[in-house]
């Protein structure tokens, strides 16, 4: 085996510092038809290494997103005496491992490549106390930055899943000190969440809800704050699990903080719950009565999927399959409920009345864009809005979220929310806010250069209590 005379050692070493450079230019200066010596290769991975390095290492450089305003809403300044104030940011990143191309044709960034210096970029600028992030993979290329930017976090997913939730926080300002993974195929819809009788699903969907309690840093223990994401159910037409899940959510969300004995400590739950303002989970979550029009929405998605009852496949015709559910949406263009026979008694669903029930006894949540953009609108912004765009009835709650967070070739909708619970004596405001994106911005859709590298856009506000 051949290796580098002495006099080229200085020769590859050089070329190592003009990028690009192969092992082919490599050999091309030496013997052509030799292999690389263990120490030419131990070069070649120090270089590598140390590319990788000065690539994490390098500073921002200069915007390539367009800029998104940030409107503050606290003009007088009476929050200034507020005992916690915090900025979140949620967002639903696209996990690589779910991009199809037929799914975004318009996308001018598909690649990793492309849309990675979008998201880190778009996250790092907000620079937002706690991240709630939905479809996170690639870990090895997401870290990194946020350590380098403060932050520590705790990730979950489901099972077999290849991306999860993450929630990070700026480590020099909060502490960790509690964390749950609540997995909602295996949830009771029973008062007693211990109670296992009475699972109640209609579909096996392998979605999970992440939750953490942080400590404010030099509180003394006694300041903090409960923080929860998750990524509901994706299937449109399943409305009775994504009700369910989300129940289960707020519920367990409230249990968590009373086993801390922290009552007294704000809960925020924030993600991708895949509904809008119209559907009936949003307007149970919030505290609106259930129109007619919406119960009737809950009756057809009342039943029971194949992943729960194999034996339904014995009756029916063979339908596409992805080889995991994550691929469902890719194959199931029309967004119809298929593999699924209709819900029995002793398949333990709710039914309606006991859904409205179940969420009577459920804290109500607020959202932080919902009263921001109203506050906004107050003082004079001009920002679309769902209602603006949708017309739901007079009086509905929901109306003032943004006018879309979702935005593609084949769905515009809005589907990413934070809401939150106020402790029981004090009720929190919104003081800042991240202006949404115009349609203007959006078209023909995201991902997009220069807009957002996924096909969600970021939330983020500042909440005080």
């Given at each position: ?140 290329k997401?870290?990194?930055k ?10 979950a ?19 960790c ?6 997995f ?8 007693d969440?211990?109670?296992k009788?009475r ?88 505290g ?30 063979a339908?596409?399959?992805g ?17 699924a ?67 593609t ?57």
């Open positions: 085996m051949s290796s580098l005379p002495v006099g080229s050692v200085v020769s590859f070493v050089h070329q190592l510092s003009k990028p690009p450079w192969t092992v082919k230019t490599l050999m091309d200066s030496s013997h052509k038809n030799s292999r690389p010596s263990p120490e030419q290769i131990a070069l070649i991975q120090k270089a590598r290494l140390e590319k990788r390095r000065k690539a994490v290492e390098a500073p921002i450089p200069p915007t390539i997103l367009v800029l998104r305003p940030w409107l503050t809403l606290d003009r007088d300044g009476s929050s200034r005496n507020a005992s916690h104030r915090v900025k979140i940011l949620s967002w639903n990143l696209l996990a690589q491992c779910l991009i199809r191309r037929e799914l975004f044709p318009t996308s001018d960034c598909l690649k990793a490549g492309q849309r990675e210096p979008m998201i880190h970029e778009e996250i790092i600028r907000q620079d937002a106390q706690i991240l709630c992030l939905q479809e996170v993979d690639r870990l090895e997401l870290l990194p946020f350590e380098k930017a403060g932050y520590t976090y705790c990730y997913s489901g099972p077999r899943k290849k991306h999860g939730c993450l929630i990070a926080y700026k480590k020099d300002l909060y502490s000190v509690s964390e749950r993974v609540v909602y195929d295996d949830q009771s819809v029973d008062g969440a211990e109670d009788t699972i109640g699903n209609s579909f096996k969907t392998r979605n999970i809800a992440s939750l953490v309690a942080l400590t404010r840093n030099g509180g003394g223990g006694e300041e903090g704050l409960i923080i929860g994401t998750t990524h509901l159910f994706w299937h449109p037409r399943y409305t009775y699990e994504r009700i369910r899940q989300l129940g289960i959510m707020i519920r367990e969300v409230t249990a968590f903080r009373e086993k801390l004995s922290a009552a007294h400590w704000p809960c925020v739950l924030a993600g991708d719950f895949n509904f809008t303002p119209s559907d009936p989970a949003y307007s149970l979550a919030v609106d009565d259930l129109l007619p029009e919406q119960e009737q929405i809950i009756h057809p998605s009342r039943v029971v999927h194949s992943s729960l009852d194999p034996s339904v496949l014995l009756n029916l015709p339908t596409p399959k080889t995991d559910e994550d691929d469902a949406e890719a194959v199931d263009p029309d967004r119809v409920i298929t593999n026979r209709p819900a029995k008694p002793e398949d333990g669903l709710l039914t309606v009345p006991e859904i409205v029930a179940w969420f009577r006894q459920l804290p109500r949540l607020r959202s932080a864009y919902s009263d921001g953009i109203a506050a906004a609108r107050g003082h004079g912004y001009d920002l679309p809005t769902f209602g603006i765009r949708a017309q739901p009835p007079i009086g509905r709650r929901g109306s003032e979220e943004p006018e879309y967070t979702s935005y070739y084949y769905w515009k909708s809005v589907l990413d929310y934070i809401f939150f619970i106020d402790p029981p004596t004090i009720s929190g405001s919104i003081t800042g806010l991240l202006a949404p994106l115009t349609t203007a911005e959006l078209d023909p859709g995201i991902p997009k250069l220069g807009v957002s590298g996924s096909d969600h856009t970021v939330l983020a506000a500042e909440l005080n209590w």
